[in-house]
């Protein structure tokens, strides 16, 4: 994407480009993506992708509780799983569907309070430094956490913006009418 | 692993500078202001003090040895040499369990959460099978470990829209109503309003010798019911053994089992590496349906004495710790 297209996009989608684009380059990974979880459903969709499969994917939904970031998001706990190819029948047909099949995949929950509302997901980390799993695990759950943060405030920053201004504008209009009750008294 | 990555991440540990510093020092000595702990106690997470225990990160290696323990005659051996599990009924608490997977065989009972029309949440029967996966591989885990046991299934992660805790509490509650010996939760919640049912749930179970065994969750979040003290919870090491595992000298976390690059079952019939503490709490449920089948008269409190007792870091009569426990 181009940097006026990063611009035209909302934040939240600028938030998690960005972090699936730290995923994907700190793991040296093949693909790392973000589902969010709709809240009316509870399907994850498809927010963002950096690497292997790309932003035509952005906006498919997945049913709740399938697959590996489907039990990540029901459990709340993130997961790693290795050798997936070997596995004669791993969820082929949600992974041909994102037009990559991978061979590891480690996912970690985004919490927001007590709720997971999405899981960011890592295909194919590179197998440079073996015997690392837990690490990568848990600096995951770190990237997980600071975009869940982010979504956190830009969420915040949506429904507490609007009445401010409101505010501003009330106290603005209150201010008006003071000065022209001044002049017609 | 390397314990660098997530060092900043983990809780100082007592006597860090912030607590050492708050408290005014009388001795000479301001580090060791503090009493000395007897060696076989480990330090105190500061976030376990009156407030719902954190996660807990996997231990890399061994942990400390524990000299003291002395009941002659309790080790492996006695606890689960020659057993294979049979006569225990084990419930997975989970995804649901594939039945007839070449490591699973044959699941004795199979339910599933079912929204019910009132919103609140019952429970049915339902043929073995698993969307997820998860369960599938923690039935599988406990299958390797104790070939012999009675396996059941309990849904409780359901794609429906009822939230994940009512489905819990439902699952969990019928696991301990129908009288399994042992259930498997690899599971946690983060929803504070489930505390109080679930701590009250997991006594209900203690009391009537049903052991849960519990995978801790592995973030930094206020989580049930592993944190509770009546049930066991389990972490995992990096170490490859499937029988070896060690006793927390930190708990709330307990026990410490194979949790990193594990064999598991994979719905289809297929076998794929995974990595977590979903995957170290079977271990220790097989190891419970070991020890059962041949102590089938010992409470959850005196199972997990044997537990504690047999633990690759606890020393046994026949030589010091961190020897092979089979």
């Known amino acids: 994407m181009s940097p006026a297209d990063d611009l035209d996009a909302s934040t939240e989608r600028r938030l998690l480009r960005s972090v699936v684009q730290v995923a994907r380059h700190a793991f040296g990974a093949a693909a790392a993506s973000v589902f969010l979880v709709d809240p009316d459903t509870r399907e994850l969709v498809f927010e963002a992708v950096a690497g292997e499969g790309d932003d035509k994917l952005v906006g498919t939904r997945f049913p709740a509780g399938t697959g590996i970031a489907g039990w990540v998001a029901s459990s709340g706990q993130s997961m790693l799983v290795d050798d997936l190819r070997e596995s004669r029948q791993f969820d082929t047909k949600a992974a041909q569907s994102t037009g990559y099949v991978p061979d590891s995949i480690m996912a970690a929950p985004l919490f927001s309070g007590d709720a997971c509302i999405g899981v960011l997901e890592v295909l194919d980390r590179g197998a440079e430094m073996p015997a690392r799993e837990m690490a990568d695990v848990a600096l995951l759950d770190l990237l997980a956490d600071q975009a869940a943060i982010g979504l956190e405030l830009l969420t915040r920053l949506r429904e507490t913006s609007p009445s401010r201004r409101s505010d501003k504008a009330m106290q603005l209009l209150a201010m008006a009418e003071a000065l022209l009750a001044n002049t017609h008294g | ?326």
């Not at chain 2, 719902?52 to 000299?67: K, L, N, V």
């Not at chain 2, 199979?110 to 997820?132: K, L, Y």
């Not at chain 2, 699952?171 to 599971?187: K, M, P, Q, R, T």
């Open chain 2, 1 to 326: 692993m390397s314990p660098g990555p997530d060092a900043p991440t983990r809780p100082a540990t007592p006597g860090a500078a912030p607590a050492a510093s708050a408290v005014p020092t009388e001795s000479a000595a301001p580090a060791e202001a503090e009493p000395v702990a007897p060696p076989w106690r480990g330090g105190a997470h500061r976030h376990v003090v009156g407030v719902p225990a954190y996660g807990a990160r996997t231990s890399g290696g061994g942990s400390g040895e524990f000299p003291l323990a002395d009941l002659p005659g309790v080790g492996p051996a006695w606890a689960w040499g020659g057993a294979d599990g049979a006569g225990v009924r084990v419930c997975v608490v989970d995804s649901g369990v594939e039945g007839g997977h070449p490591l699973v065989g044959e699941v004795d009972r199979s339910v599933t959460v079912v929204d019910r029309e009132d919103g609140t949440v019952g429970i049915a029967d339902c043929p073995p099978t698993d969307v997820a996966g998860h369960g599938t591989a923690c039935a599988g885990v406990i299958r390797a470990i104790a070939p012999g046991v009675s396996l059941s299934s309990a849904r409780v992660l359901t794609d429906g829209k009822n939230g994940s805790g009512d489905a819990l509490l439902a699952g969990l509650s019928w696991a301990v109503e129908e009288g399994f010996d042992v259930v498997n939760l690899s599971l946690a919640t983060t929803r504070q309003a489930l505390a109080a049912s679930l701590h009250e749930l997991a006594d209900r179970a203690y009391f009537r010798r049903c052991t849960l065994v519990v995978s801790a969750h592995n973030r930094p979040v206020p989580s049930f019911p592993w944190s509770f003290a009546s049930v066991v919870s389990v972490a995992s090491h990096d170490e490859d053994g499937p029988m070896t595992y060690y006793y927390n000298p930190a708990p709330p976390v307990e026990f410490h089992a194979r949790g990193v690059r594990v064999p598991v079952a994979w719905p289809g019939g297929g076998t794929i590496r995974s990595t977590g503490n979903s995957f170290a709490a079977p271990h220790i449920a097989g190891l419970c349906a070991l020890v059962l089948s041949k102590h089938p008269w010992l409470t959850p409190a005196q199972l997990k004495t044997v537990l504690f007792q047999c633990a690759a870091n606890v020393a046994h009569r026949t030589g010091g710790a961190h020897e092979p426990g089979r």
